[in-house]
């Protein structure tokens, strides 16, 4: 057997993105980078390069690249069972689901293999608990204006945000959209949705929707009216959860419970896997009910449990705390250098978004353009807010080498 080749190969660049559009369909606005190699929080472009990764394949590498600990979970799964089927009893899923069981307020996890698999399933669930529970044969559900919930035709329509929704019509019926954090439109929608409503879903934090925070007092009533109907409360915490926001799951920021949440990103470090998870009140899946081919295979369960073990092993939700505090405040104190053009830094732990002013002509593309040049990989969070999510690993020294890069970054933009 030859050995593997950790020298990343030199690609043409201006060859291979040619031939990747011509092949590839064409859903991404991609930078003109071609990414080859990566190691804890860095990675490597086609040419060299080096880049600090704040994008974390989109919030998703909890423990950055080419984590030991992910290496071997990966290594040494694929060649003992890496795939069978749901048929039989899967012991690497059910080790996962009691770890992610004794770690939530949940009893029970489904597993599939993407975020909006995962809501998929939220939303199947909310509806057989309509059906069955509350006896409701046109079931809603109540989710949030600048939400996202994933690409599917049911997820784009749980999504509250028209434009990714625009030529996919007919959506699919049984939801209605409230405003993010307002207590008095949510209570007018359930009044107006008495008898049918089922289910409220929410992000903890807003994460493509522009990094914003729920808010406490507002979540709790969330609660409470839910709890006073009788309707489930699901989180999608897809993005915050998986100890990004400083804590395990986003909802603990927020003093609460779901009934039903959602996690995929961060779950696997960056190997594709989804999950369910509930309360056994509203555990009403039957054989026949749900199923996913790959969903919890023993390959994702294996990695995803070893990325679980690694958060509390090295005790990285502190990590993600801690390190979390210091960007805020790095970026904080930038923002008091550019007040018309930064409105505000917000976010929880290692989910920040620098929020630039409606006024600007700056946009977040131009912000993580610049950044990138100098080495810096962000991602806008919509057009106005540049969103900072590195892997759960990152240390001061790379946090600080962030900041004097935005600083520098925003410097020239400015000038
Ligand atoms: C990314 C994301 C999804 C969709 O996840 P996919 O794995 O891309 O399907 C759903 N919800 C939230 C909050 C997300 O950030």
Redesign the pocket.
């Known amino acids: 057997m030859s050995p593997i080749a950790l020298e990343p190969p030199i690609v043409d660049i201006q060859n291979s993105t040619s031939e990747f559009d011509q092949y590839v369909m064409n859903t991404y606005a991609r930078f003109p980078i071609a990414l080859v190699r990566g190691a804890g929080c860095r990675v490597w472009d086609s040419t060299g390069k080096e880049y600090l990764d704040f994008v974390a394949g989109?919030?998703t590498c909890t423990l950055g690249h080419a984590h030991p600990a992910m290496v071997k979970a990966v290594t040494e799964q694929i060649q003992t069972l890496h795939h069978v089927s749901n048929l039989f009893y899967l012991p690497a899923q059910g080790e996962l689901a009691k770890w992610l069981v004794q770690n939530s307020c949940a009893d029970k996890a489904f597993f599939c293999n993407?975020?909006?698999?995962a809501?998929e399933g939220a939303i199947k669930l909310a509806r057989k608990y309509a059906h069955v529970k509350l006896g409701i044969e046109d079931p809603l559900i109540l989710t949030a204006n600048a939400s996202?919930?994933?690409?599917t035709l049911a997820?784009i329509t749980a999504t509250g945000q028209p434009k990714y929704q625009k030529n996919f019509t007919p959506l699919v019926s049984g939801f209605d959209y409230v405003p993010y954090n307002d207590i008095a439109a949510l209570e007018a929608a359930v009044a107006k949705y008495e008898g049918r409503l089922c289910a409220v879903m929410l992000?903890a934090l807003q994460?493509?929707g522009g990094v914003r925070p729920g808010d406490r007092a507002y979540f709790q009533r969330v609660r409470e009216i839910c709890d006073q109907k009788n309707i489930l409360l699901i989180l999608?915490e897809?993005?915050?959860g998986m100890g990004r926001s400083g804590k395990l799951w986003g909802y603990e920021n927020l003093g609460i419970e779901p009934d039903i949440f959602?996690s995929?990103?961060g779950l696997g470090g960056g190997i594709p896997i989804?999950a369910m998870m509930c309360k056994s009140s509203c555990d009403l899946f039957e054989p026949g009910d749900h199923a996913s081919t790959f969903g919890g295979n023993p390959f994702a369960c294996t990695v995803a449990l070893a990325v679980c073990k690694t958060l509390t092993d090295e005790d990285l939700v502190t990590n993600a705390k801690e390190r979390g505090e210091q960007l805020q405040k790095g970026l904080r104190a930038i923002a008091q250098d550019y007040p018309d053009l930064i409105e505000q830094v917000r976010g929880w732990g290692l989910i920040e978004g620098l929020v630039l002013a409606e006024s600007a002509a700056l946009t977040s593309r131009d912000v993580v353009q610049a950044c990138i040049d100098r080495g810096l990989m962000l991602v806008p969070a919509g057009p106005k807010v540049v969103r900072f999510v590195p892997p759960l690993i990152v240390s001061a020294e790379e946090i600080d080498q962030a900041i004097a890069t935005i600083a520098a970054s925003l410097a020239s933009l400015n000038s």
């Open positions: 989109i919030a993407s975020g909006a698999e809501n996202f919930h994933g690409r997820t992000e994460g493509e999608d897809v993005q915050v959602t995929a990103k989804g």
